[in-house]
């Protein structure tokens, strides 16, 4: 079953604008991830943020995670048109036996 | 060259056919997956090999095969095709790394309609 889950579904924006995405989870984990996927494509590694850490940047990226909540936010400030895609989170529990569990992800479609 | 290839990148097929799809990488990863994707669903796991030894079911696996023939190359089969087999096929590789990092490298996908 899935362990995260985005939230919205789907979202439309205008370029400049931001646009953040969540992901929530059920369990523990060691570390988070997100993925971009253009349409039909496979998907693309951005960031990982770690169990520890609450906030993480990259360039245009912003990933904060909140353990207490189990949650988890990207955000994309000054998007642009190439940014349409979608987004999806990953998580990942301690330990070799684990392995990454993919949520739904979120459609992001950013007007010119 | 590209790190994670699939072949082929779009097939069809017919009912009760069998079929493979392949997967190769050049990564030198251990880990290497199989996911298919239906609109709105996300990534679902079908199997996951972390050596060449190493094989385990993910979450859909029936109706599926897999053979890790070497490191490099993990084959997907389909032993007789359905219809709600159509998806897009995704492999992936990664290592694991210190503190329990890994991260997936994906293929460009397989595109499969069973009709």
């Known amino acids: ?36 996927q ?3 494509r496979g998907l693309v590694h951005l960031i990982l943020i770690r169990s520890n850490e609450r906030e993480k940047h990259s ?18 400030t000054a998007s642009r048109a190439a940014d349409t895609a979608s987004y999806f989170c990953a998580t ?6 684990y392995i990454p569990t993919f949520g739904r992800g979120t459609s992001l479609i950013v007007h010119p | 060259d590209a790190d994670v290839t699939q072949t082929p990148r779009n097939r069809i097929t017919k009912t009760g056919k069998r079929i493979m799809l392949e997967c190769s990488q050049t990564k030198g990863h251990d880990r290497m997956y199989w996911y298919r994707q239906d609109p709105g669903l996300g990534l679902r796991l079908i199997y996951y090999s972390f ?19 070497a490191q490099a190359k993990f084959s997907l089969s389909l032993e007789s095709a359905i219809p ?4 897009l096929y995704f492999c992936a590789t990664s290592d694991l790394q210190t503190g329990g990092i890994e991260t997936q ?9 069973v009709l």
Request: proline share 2%; with cysteine; aromatic share 6%.
């Open chain 2, 51 to 69: 050596d060449v030894k190493d094989i385990n079911k993910g979450e859909i696996s029936d109706g599926y095969s897999v053979s890790r023939q």
């Open chain 2, 105 to 113: 490298y994906f293929g460009p996908g397989t595109r499969l309609l």
């Open chain 1, 38 to 40: 253009n349409s039909g």
């Open chain 1, 92 to 97: 990942k529990g301690a330990g070799g036996s």
């Open chain 2, 84 to 87: 709600n087999q159509t998806a």
């Open chain 1, 59 to 76: 360039g245009r990226l912003r990933v904060t995670l909140d353990t207490s909540k189990k949650s988890s936010s990207l955000l994309i």
């Open chain 1, 1 to 36: 079953s899935q362990q995260g889950e985005e939230d919205p579904q789907a979202l439309s924006i205008q370029e400049g604008e931001n646009a953040t995405m969540n992901c929530s989870y059920k369990t523990s984990i060691n570390n988070l991830q997100w993925y971009r």
